[in-house]
């Protein structure tokens, strides 16, 4: 079981999830960043599930396990939707709203499809080592969209405060959770990693929330603080 | 139609980008997983149910010696690696 530095972690990230959506509700920011706020409200529900199944069943057990990386799955579909919402909004002046989608479709079905054809090969429990895989899977190609998007950023000379904060601000959670991901593996020993996925979990909302409440929706940063990309 | 071709071109290469990158991260892979949506405790991996030591692969049916590598094509013995 969790100590209570990891509960006390938890609680925070549950209410900062929960401050994401008023803060968005209060700032009239909700439909505009529509599966954002979606991700960040079941995120919290799935929080109280978790919560539930922990207490009931403990950390260790099937129960808690299938309900985690089941839940996991649904959270990271909802984090990639979550991202295409930004690319729509970044390239909404450029009426390709239907190839983005396009792209976010195709990129979903090949990555439903390499999963797939990854754990065929190599699993007897197949739909749990497909929710598992794909689930990974989505993490880094989330990642490799984030910055993407923040190479389009620069290059339209995208001036919104509150979207490049979104933008950022995901792509420092991404980039973080790869790192981790990678210095876990290689010292697998050190029991540190243990914190830094929750407390990564808590700065995405907190980052968030400050976007919807201080900036408003139409606020601008000047383009010289962003950096030049040559033509 | 050029526009859906590069659509599909540009989610092929963020898939690949997107694997590769998966590859490096977990090159040295000792079972870490990558579950990080809220703040709830990550839970042992799925594919590990109990403590039991990980039996070797399905592959290896009997003790017969494993085959050299199909990339070996002919049979001229392999040179040593070249000294520095």
Same mark, same amino acid.
């Given at each position: 079981m969790p100590g209570s530095l990891g509960y006390a972690i938890w609680f925070l990230a549950t209410l900062l999830e929960v401050a994401v959506v008023v803060c968005a509700i209060r700032r009239r920011s909700f439909s505009r960043y529509l599966c954002l706020n979606l991700y960040m409200f079941f995120s919290f529900v799935i929080s109280l599930l978790r919560f539930q199944f922990l207490s009931h069943f !403990?950390?260790?057990?099937s129960e808690y396990k299938y309900c985690y990386y089941y839940s996991d799955a649904v959270l990271t579909i909802f984090l990639y939707l979550a991202l295409i919402t930004l690319y729509l909004n970044v390239f909404?002046? &450029?009426?390709?709203e239907k190839y983005v989608r396009l792209v976010a479709v195709l990129l979903l079905a090949g990555t439903a499809l390499f999963s797939y054809g990854v754990v065929q090969q190599s699993s007897n429990k197949m739909l749990t080592g497909f929710v598992y895989e794909l689930s990974q899977n989505l993490y880094f190609v989330g990642l490799v969209l984030t910055y993407v998007l923040w190479g389009a950023i620069l290059k339209l000379r995208e001036t919104r405060a509150q979207l490049i904060q979104l933008v950022l601000s995901l792509g420092v959670y991404f980039s973080a959770f790869a790192a981790t991901f990678a210095l876990e593996n290689m010292? /697998?020993?050190?029991?540190?990693?243990?914190?830094i996925p929750p407390v990564f979990g808590c700065l995405l909302p907190l980052a968030w929330a400050y976007a919807f409440w201080k900036l408003t929706p139409d606020a601008r940063i000047a383009p010289a603080r962003l950096a030049v990309v040559p033509h | 139609m050029s526009r859906k071709l590069t659509s599909l071109l540009l989610a092929m290469l963020v898939l690949a980008g997107a694997m590769s990158l998966k590859t490096v991260a977990a @090159?040295? =892979? =000792? !079972?870490a997983v990558m579950m990080a949506n809220g703040g709830a405790p990550v839970p042992p /991996? $799925? $594919? @590990?149910?109990?403590g039991a030591p990980v039996p070797p /692969? &399905?592959? @290896? =049916?009997? !003790?017969a010696p494993v085959p050299p590598p $199909? &990339?070996?094509?002919?049979g001229a013995p392999v040179p040593p690696p070249s000294a520095q």
């Open positions: !403990g950390l260790r057990s909404d002046e &450029m009426k390709v010292f /697998p020993s050190f029991q540190f990693f243990t914190y | @090159a040295q =892979n =000792n !079972g /991996p $799925m $594919m @590990a149910n109990g /692969p &399905m592959m @290896a =049916n009997g !003790g $199909m &990339m070996a094509n002919g």
